[in-house]
């Protein structure tokens, strides 16, 4: 088996140490960084939310196999050339203030980061604020945002309303998620799409972004 379908495999299998040795291998057999990342790590990724959808894995198996996902992606990364870092879009992603859950964020984040875009963490918690100085500041074209409680629905609202006074919520494309939220609240509040996973999250920017980079 060679180093790409090892990769592949590996993420499939949520097997770190494996990643990690394949990860190294590549550098040093110079198989270019970007296409490991591509076809390796980033297609085993594409398989695990294929076998989350129907129902093969569950949310265990995904946390795992984002994490074996994410040791490749640190070390490859570090290999990228400036003319080999090319991005779909770029995404500011976070759990809204008020809310401290952020397993199903992280995972969304490493699905979005192996699939071609750039990731701008804020992390739980986050005030709008925070979410407006932080697009401003990478010139994002995404906003992800997830909440897993009814009271923090506000602090979504909030983000939404203070976009619009920055003038910032016509230059971006939105995406909200969490168990709190529907496609109804997302209708509701004027975002632009609802993903129930990350899987889904995936799929829909890239439906928009397609194969475009920025």
Do not use: W
């Not at 699939?115 to 979410?131: I, L």
């Amino acid at each position: 088996m060679d180093v790409i379908h090892g990769l592949r495999n590996a993420v499939i299998e949520g097997n770190e140490e494996s990643v990690i040795e394949l990860s190294n291998k590549a550098i040093k057999e110079n198989i270019p960084p970007k296409k490991a990342i591509l076809e390796g790590l980033a297609k085993g990724m594409q398989i695990v939310g294929e076998k989350y959808e129907s129902k093969e894995y569950f949310l265990p198996e995904i946390i795992i196999s984002a994490d074996a996902c994410r040791v490749g992606m640190e070390i490859l990364q570090e290999k990228l050339k400036e003319g080999d870092i090319s991005y779909k879009a770029t995404v500011v992603i976070g759990t809204v203030h008020g809310d401290i859950h952020e397993i199903g964020k992280t995972i969304t984040r490493y699905f979005l980061e192996a699939s071609g875009y750039k990731c701008v963490d804020c992390g739980r918690n986050v005030k709008a604020e925070t979410f407006i100085n932080t697009i401003k500041e990478n010139n994002a074209n995404v906003l992800a945002m997830s909440t897993m409680m009814t009271p923090t629905l506000e602090s979504m609202k909030d983000v939404m309303k203070k976009l619009n006074d920055a003038g910032l919520r016509d230059k971006l494309k939105i995406i909200i998620g969490g168990a709190a939220v529907d496609d109804k609240f997302r209708e509701e509040i004027g975002a632009d799409f609802y993903a129930k996973d990350a899987n889904m999250a995936q799929r829909l920017l890239d439906e928009y972004f397609g194969g475009s980079s920025t």
